[in-house]
Structures are given as structure tokens and as C-alpha cells.
């Protein structure tokens, strides 16, 4: 049973580097049948599509294209977010996600950015 | 920028029917948008529920489907039980690959 636990600092400062984990257990990272998702969710609010990669690249949401990064650590069975240049307004619930044919979710993570 | 627009929020009574719809600004939702649906309830992650406009997961109870309705995609509750109240949500994907989901529906059992 494939299993997903992000991991990363739950604070993050105005203008840094937000960056996230998330961990695959149970099945191959490089698995072509999943797709691994990054989604975000502030608090009271709709969920928001951060951005996915696959086997076959990664593509991200147009309105955080030019700060976000979505990579794979094979050797780890891992795949990273990383989000420049964070405001408050990308405080949020992120979790990490297979979506499609094999929907599996992480249990979420809180990232505040607060100085 | 591209809108997805779902219902704010619905009422229905025990046993009853209802059906949740996602639309997109860029014009009528097809297949090609490979719809999803997801369950979200207070203080726990999104559970999937369908795939591909009307594919269901093994978990998906029987009461839940999905379809193509009148240029947009449909989720819709037949019979539903009080446990269903919860936020829904759609997923729609542009070119294939670009994910942009629905503001979210309430569902409310009363």
C-alpha cells in the first residue's frame, strides 16, 4: 500500500524559501502509473493546485510558475516543492498527492510565513 | 486566467438527491478535462472519489457518480446519508496536464 508523509519546516520567514518533502513508501517514485502533486490549502479556503511531476516532466500552476520548483530524489523515493520568494499569502495546508488512477494523499503539513 | 466555478453550497434531505457541478470559464467541459472529485471533510485531507469524469475508486460508495452534464461535470449523490456533509471539490486539467480546481461545494444534510 503506497503511503505519502511530508516532512519540512512548519515556519518560514517573508522572502525565503519554503521547501517541502514529501516521502513514497510502498511503491517506486519513478513509477510511471503516478503523477506527484503538490496542493495547498490556506485556512477557510479552496484548494489550490500547486503543480505535479511525472516521468514525463513537470508542469505547474501559471500564478506560481516563476516561483515554484517541483523535483524527484530517486535515490530517496522522495519529491521536493520549493517556493521562492513566499509572502503571507502562501501561508496554507500544502499536501502532497498521487491524483488520477491512483489517488493516495499525504496527511497535509502547516506552513506559516511569519517573521 | 482560467475559473472553475462550482456551486458555494447545496442543501439536501436525507435520502435524497443532489447533483454538484464544476464548470470552466474557457467553455463547455468535456472528457478531455479528465474531471475529478474529491471529499474534503473539517480537519482531514481530500479523498478522492472520481477519476476521469465517472471512474470510481474502490472506495467510492456506490451512491457517488460522476458524468458530463449539460457542458459541465457532475457529481451527483443518489440516497445520500448524513455522513456525506462535507465540502466537495472538482479538478479539472487544461492541456492535459495544468490542474486548476473549483472554489468548492458545501454540501449540507438537513
Known amino acids: 500500500q503506497v503511503q505519502l508523509q511530508e516532512s519540512g519546516p512548519g515556519l518560514v520567514k517573508p522572502s525565503q524559501t519554503l521547501s517541502l518533502t514529501c516521502t513514497v513508501s510502498?511503491?517506486?517514485?519513478?513509477?510511471?502509473?503516478?503523477?506527484w502533486n503538490w496542493i495547498r490549502q490556506p485556512a477557510g479556503k479552496g484548494l489550490e493546485w500547486v503543480g505535479r511531476?511525472?516521468?514525463?516532466?513537470?508542469t505547474y500552476n501559471p500564478s506560481l510558475k516563476s516561483r515554484v520548483t517541483i523535483s524527484v530524489d530517486t535515490s530517496k523515493n522522495q519529491f521536493s516543492l520549493k517556493l521562492n520568494s513566499v509572502t503571507a499569502a502562501d501561508t496554507a495546508v500544502y499536501y502532497c498527492?498521487?491524483?488520477?488512477?491512483?489517488?493516495?494523499w499525504g496527511q497535509g503539513t502547516m506552513v506559516t510565513v511569519s517573521s | 486566467q482560467t475559473v472553475v466555478t462550482q456551486e458555494p453550497s447545496l442543501t439536501v434531505s436525507p435520502g435524497g438527491t443532489v447533483t454538484l457541478t464544476c464548470a470552466s470559464s474557457?467553455?463547455?467541459?468535456?472528457?478531455?478535462?479528465?474531471p475529478n472529485w474529491f471529499q474534503q471533510k473539517p480537519g482531514q485531507a481530500p479523498r478522492a472519489l472520481i477519476y476521469?469524469?465517472?471512474n470510481k475508486y474502490s472506495w467510492t460508495p456506490a451512491r457517488f457518480s460522476g458524468s458530463l452534464l449539460g457542458g459541465k461535470a457532475a457529481l451527483t449523490l443518489s440516497g445520500v446519508q448524513p455522513e456525506d456533509e462535507a465540502d466537495y471539490y472538482c479538478?479539472?486539467?487544461?492541456?492535459?496536464?495544468?490542474?486548476?480546481f473549483g472554489g468548492g461545494t458545501k454540501v449540507t444534510v438537513l
Open positions: 498527492a498521487s491524483l488520477g488512477t491512483f489517488s493516495i
Open positions: 510502498g511503491d517506486s517514485i519513478n513509477s510511471a502509473h503516478y503523477y
Open positions: 511531476t511525472h516521468t514525463s516532466g513537470s
Open positions: 474557457t467553455g463547455a467541459v468535456t472528457n478531455a478535462y479528465y
Open positions: 476521469s469524469t465517472s
Open positions: 479538478l479539472l486539467y487544461y492541456g492535459g496536464a495544468q490542474g486548476v
